[in-house]
């Protein structure tokens, strides 16, 4: 977090915090559309501490959701705080399971809420109150994509090898689609019904290949099945990070010591995804 996010972040906090219990949870009459929407996170213990914070924001949305799905894993059911639970209602609910890869966040939603629209975000951030309505406005004018506030551009080389993510640049351009776009979860996901390829949800298989990287694995599912992805027309300011949330070790693992483009190399691997720098994203039919 950059020092001068601090009085932001603080004031942000401090906003959310004297919202009422009742003034978050009684909105469901401010609902004007008619798309079911599922908001979809997961979260680690060092964040558990602060994670109320991210679901107040959730719930201050200018487009209320038809609900918000926590999945945490069953340990942590004794560790929650009362600034969370204190939050659980019709519209917000805690999901335990067994799982701690960061991939639960969409994958179990995926098949508990067949047929919903599905946003995903992080649970270290707090999110402005237009950020689901700007995705919302770009899936209705594409609703068959995957729509991002963030994303990057999967590189080649000129020999046509996958570069370090490093050198993946973040896209600038608005309401842009290419092929090698890949989303950035941390901005939030927006996954139509139906935009992913059917092994997204095996468990086995996204650990071998992408263990560490749940974008990837989400990337490579929505172009097996033939979904564009498109930056949105209006990403917004970026989310604001939470005072004293704690990162993981994915940032160093897979940036630092380049796990992402080991893992997407795995991913196009196994299913004979090949890359060109003339025409983006190749693959066999399967």
Known sequence: MKLKEYPKSFFR?????SKSLKSLKCRVDVVEHSIPVIISLTSIPQRLKYIHLTIRSLL????AAQKIVLWLNEDLREKLSKSLTDLV???FEIIFNDHFSSHRKLVFALDQYKGSLIVTCDDDLMYDATWLGRLMFDHKRF???VIAHECREIMLGMDQKLLPYQQW??????DYSHVNLLPIGYGGVLYPAGALFADVTKRDLYMELAPKADDLWF????FLNGTSVRRSS???????????AKGSSLAKTNILQDGNRIQWQAICDHYQIKLDNGSGVKARNI
């Open 13 to 17: 906090a401090r906003q959310l915090k």
């Open 60 to 63: 201050c949305q200018d487009y």
């Open 89 to 91: 209602h019709d519209r």
């Open 143 to 145: 609703p068959s994509a």
């Open 169 to 174: 640049p973040t896209i600038k351009a608005t």
């Open 219 to 222: 990337k490579a599912m929505s």
């Open 234 to 244: 209006n990403p917004g300011a970026k989310p604001m990070p939470i005072i004293g």
